[in-house]
């Protein structure tokens, strides 16, 4: 268990690290009426949350695929995977909110615990579970049949939460995707017909919107041009602090931008993926432990 | 020029038949004839071509003048029985037969006399009651079948497939002998009526309707079901929120094409429906009359008057049908790529200054035109 990464209380960032959040432009908020923000009945608690993993592995039928990883995603920073294809990153993730369980023959063991409790307790409902850990996935998956506002709102009707001030929710959680600019002339019009960079903020409007405690992204990116990927990016600096980000990325220097830590995965041919080395975003990139890592990190494998 | 080329080898290979089937030979009949023809056009033209444009070429022209024979021959069928109907219905066909039914006609009265408006209101009912009972339960079946994981599914799949495969006769005969025969002494819902015939449609509705939504079902992306599951729903609500909107269309035409081909059934309503000359507007009490009932009754009438009604039954059933292919069309149609297509251009700017240009010397030479 020496291998666990603690991360300080309170989270604070990191010294020399976040270029990105400088640049970002801030809403002028005279601009807009001060207005009681939308309050959500029934959805997840406020803040963010800790996600731990214990020991956690995962089967495909009888096939190990991730064994023994310890990994702690601090409240309210940016965790990074890393580590090249079919080394378990996304079946990681996908552990975190229970959608590993909906592929058939799959299977878990270890804990992962949210701010203390097992979300595979026997107390526990996969939709409770993951009404509080949202995910946005590689591929931008607005709904087809409903407008821009109703995607933003979808989570709402699905898992039953109500909401004082539905425009208002439209409005912040779009806000928080730096989408609300792009589409606010439009939002009766079908989310399909945005760009796939709009689209793939929509979607995390979309995950925003339920209040997650925790967001999980798969490679959000890699569909985008880099302009988008801009965008997100400044969109996951702007979460910092108001929700826990967990982020699986292909792109290094993306993985460095954007994260507080960092988690490297490898797995040898026909071997279970495990985490190499992990900590501090800074010490991953600069100074590594395992030389694995930074041949990683530099680009000389994977 | 390929036309031009395409009618010589036209010509030349009839002229070749029939130097040696009509002067040479003693003939082998009008089939063989065009058969052999056929052949010999094929070949000349292959010929032909690969002198003039090469192997590549020859074998594209050859296998796309096999592909629109192939559609001719599946077209000709259709077109006759179309036109067949028509020319035999046409004449008997007035505004009266919308707006009459068979009361007081004598078998002397001439065909456009009296008309088929009880069978018309019979067919929209008994149609229109069996989709009621056979959408909700064969979209619950699709259902079922594409977003459950159940082992049952596929005892239930290859049960569908057998019951699609059912001659239509069969459910006619199912509802007579469990409903009809035991019940219909007590209570005149189940003796021969509107109902029992929608019931006996439902029977065979139900599977076609369950296989069409199943497949409209599979085209949904995985990753909405995936996105929605992870929003916190629960599978029923992704699937009543999620896939079914995105489905909406496609679920439409499924429901449409199963009334289409319901409309035409006579099998089931023989010992359900019954048949009856006169309106009996109530689906529930007593016989009904159907299109498809009408045209089998009065095709096979000795009366050249009464044969001939049967035809015009015929051509409005058709029409019927086409109409709500027509309706499935539009309904399916995909609304989102429709907008994309650009059928016109748009005026535009004059070329701005200083676009780029390929560089001098990479510019590919202007083709000369064949």
């Known amino acids: 268990m020496t291998e666990t990464y603690i991360a300080p209380a309170g989270g604070e960032p990191l010294d020399g690290h976040d270029p990105v959040t400088a640049q970002v432009p801030t809403v002028p908020e005279a601009a807009r009426p001060a207005k009681e923000p939308p309050h959500l009945i029934g959805g997840p608690p406020p803040g963010a949350a800790t996600l731990e993993a214990k020991d956690a592995c995962a089967w495909f039928g009888d096939h190990l695929v991730l064994e023994g990883v310890d990994l702690v995603m601090p409240a309210g920073e940016v965790t990074s995977l890393i580590g090249p294809s079919g080394c378990g990153k996304s079946t990681f993730l996908r552990l975190l909110n229970r959608m590993h369980e909906l592929v058939p023959g799959a299977a878990m063991d270890g804990e992962i615990l949210l701010d203390g409790d097992d979300i595979y307790g026997a107390a526990m409902r996969p939709q409770q579970i993951r009404a509080r850990i949202g995910m946005v996935f590689q591929k931008p998956n607005p709904f087809p049949a409903m407008s821009i506002k109703d995607n933003v709102l979808a989570g709402l009707k699905l898992s039953r939460i109500k909401c004082t001030d539905k425009d208002g929710l439209v409005e912040q959680s779009l806000m928080r995707a730096s989408l609300w600019k792009e ?101 991953m990139f600069g100074d590594p432990d395992d030389p694995r890592t930074l041949d990683y990190v530099e680009g000389r494998f994977g | 020029m390929d036309g031009v080329v395409a009618g010589a080898a036209a010509v030349s290979s009839i002229s070749l038949c029939w130097l040696i089937f009509s002067v040479l030979t003693d003939g082998i009949g009008w089939f063989g004839f065009w058969l052999v023809a056929y052949v010999a056009f094929l070949a000349i033209y292959f010929v032909a071509t690969l002198d003039r444009l090469g192997r590549l070429a020859a074998v594209d022209r050859l296998v796309t003048v096999v592909a629109w024979s192939a559609m001719i021959i599946v077209l000709v069928p259709l077109v006759l029985l ?162 079914l909107p995105t489905a909406s269309s496609g679920v439409a035409t499924a429901a449409i094409l199963g009334i289409a081909r319901e409309a035409g059934e006579t099998a089931p309503l023989l010992f359900t429906a019954f048949g009856y000359n006169f309106m009996n507007a109530n689906p529930f009490s007593g016989p009904q009359e159907s299109l498809p009932l009408f045209i089998y009754r009065f095709i096979r009438e000795p009366l050249a008057s009464s044969i001939a009604r049967g035809f015009a039954g015929a051509l409005v059933l058709m029409i019927l049908i086409l109409l709500l292919f027509a309706v499935a069309r539009i309904v399916g149609r995909d609304r989102t790529k429709a907008r994309s297509r650009r059928r016109w251009i748009p005026a535009r700017p004059p070329r701005r200054a200083g676009t780029a240009q390929p560089p001098d010397g990479l510019a590919l030479p202007a083709q000369e035109a064949q």
């Open chain 2, 82 to 243: 179309v036109f067949y109907v028509l020319v035999k219905g046409l004449p008997a066909l007035s505004l009266g037969f919308f707006t009459h039914t068979q009361r007081g006609i004598v078998p002397s009265d001439p065909a456009t006399a009296g008309g088929g408006l009880h069978a018309i209101v019979g067919t929209l009912e008994q149609v229109g009651i069996a989709l009621v009972i056979s959408l909700p339960l064969g979209a619950m079946a699709a259902i079922f079948l594409n977003e459950t994981r159940s082992r049952l599914r596929r005892p239930v799949r290859i049960f569908v497939d057998a019951m699609s495969g059912m001659p239509s006769v069969v459910s006619g005969l199912f509802i007579y002998a469990t409903l009809i025969i035991p019940l219909a002494k007590d209570n005149s819902l189940f003796g021969y009526d509107g109902f029992m015939a929608s019931l006996a449609l439902s029977v065979t509705m139900m599977p076609t309707i369950c296989r069409a939504i199943e497949v409209v079902l599979r085209l949904v992306p995985a990753g909405l079901r995936e996105a929605g599951l992870a929003l916190g729903s629960s599978r029923a609500k992704v699937v009543w929120s999620v896939v």
């Open chain 1, 183 to 283: 589409v606010r002339d439009r939002l009766d019009q079908p989310g399909g017909g945005l760009s796939g960079g709009q689209q793939q903020r929509l979607c995390i409007a979309r995950s925003l919107a339920v209040a997650p405690n925790v967001l999980l992204m798969d490679e959000p990116c890699s569909a985008l041009d880099p302009t988008s990927t801009r965008r997100v990016e400044e969109t996951i600096a702007e979460l910092r602090g108001e929700v826990t980000i967990v982020i699986v990325t292909h792109n290094m220097q993306q993985a460095n931008r954007v994260s507080d830590y960092c988690a490297f995965f490898l797995a040898e041919e026909n071997e279970p993926g495990y985490v190499v080395e992990q900590g501090a975003t800074t010490k």
